[in-house]
């Protein structure tokens, strides 16, 4: 209703005036566009979220916000909100219903830099839901090798997956994994990393959009600009990865 709209109208001239002042301020050049959000090519290319023919299906519906365009350093930047969800009918005429179920709901980044990573590299958080995706995939010989690195702290919290897998042991280096582990107990949430030729892309899952304000909450509000101004600094610190 109303109040529905208002929170969204407050919502969108927050981020207008305030977000789109302090991502220049962090990364110098970057551009900010509260309507857009990271591209479904880029989605596909990461294979964090399915196969192409599987997204491209009309059953998946792809919406964002607070899209930013940016380098830190070389490594060129893009990263924005993002939420897939997945729409599923079941029965017919007047007894058919409709589900929605959610796919992901987070941020997701997309990292390029000159590094190429062997073969493709896909690291997921270890989840019950991931390991039993796992078995699935094994059973049926579909998706990526799942392999061990060896790191019995890096292996209990990630399940990590490769085209090549000698070549992938040795690019997760102790550093990258320490890396790995850092960023997931500094966002303390799930966390997957894709390595596809030149690009990292990460998934980070979030219940709410970060970048939205405390309703009705003055623009001013010193606390809040900060809040915003270190969520901009550890999205750059994701960039570490890709060097």
């Known amino acids: 209703?109303?109040?529905f709209w208002l929170e969204k109208r407050f919502c969108k001239i927050f981020k207008q005036h305030i977000i789109s002042q302090l991502v220049p301020?962090?990364?110098?050049?970057?551009?900010?566009?509260?309507?857009?959000?990271?591209?479904?090519?880029?989605?596909?290319?990461?294979q964090l979220f399915g196969t192409k023919d599987l997204l491209s299906s009309y059953r998946y519906k792809f919406t964002g916000s607070d899209y930013?365009?940016?380098?830190?350093?070389?490594?060129?930047?893009?990263?924005s909100q993002l939420r897939i969800t997945e729409e599923s009918r079941s029965g017919t005429g007047n007894n058919s219903s409709s589900r929605t179920t959610e796919?992901?709901?987070?941020l997701f980044c997309s990292m390029k830099g000159h590094t190429y990573y062997p073969g493709e590299i896909i690291i997921r958080s270890n989840t019950s839901s991931e390991r039993f995706a796992g078995k699935l995939n094994k059973l049926f010989h579909v998706g990526?090798?799942?392999?061990?690195?060896?790191?019995?702290?890096?292996?209990?919290?990630f399940l990590s997956y490769t085209n090549n897998e000698q070549s992938a042991i040795l690019f997760l280096s102790d550093e990258r994994r320490k890396i790995i582990l850092?960023?997931?107990?500094?966002?303390?949430?799930?966390?997957?990393?894709?390595?596809?030729?030149?690009?990292?892309?990460?998934a980070i899952s979030m219940a709410e959009d970060n970048f939205n304000p405390t309703i009705f909450h003055s623009f001013l509000n010193i606390e809040s600009a900060e809040k915003y101004y270190h969520?901009?600094?550890?999205?750059?610190?994701?960039?570490?990865l890709a060097k």
């Open 1 to 3: 209703g109303l109040l």
């Open 231 to 240: 969520h901009l600094q550890k999205i750059a610190g994701l960039t570490s």
């Open 182 to 202: 850092y960023l997931k107990n500094e966002w303390e949430t799930t966390f997957s990393v894709s390595f596809i030729e030149k690009t990292v892309f990460i």
């Open 25 to 46: 301020f962090v990364f110098p050049g970057g551009t900010y566009n509260v309507n857009d959000f990271i591209s479904f090519q880029l989605c596909v290319t990461s």
């Open 103 to 106: 796919i992901f709901s987070g």
């Open 144 to 157: 990526l090798p799942q392999i061990k690195t060896g790191d019995e702290e890096f292996d209990s919290n």
């Open 68 to 79: 930013v365009n940016t380098k830190v350093g070389d490594t060129e930047l893009e990263f």
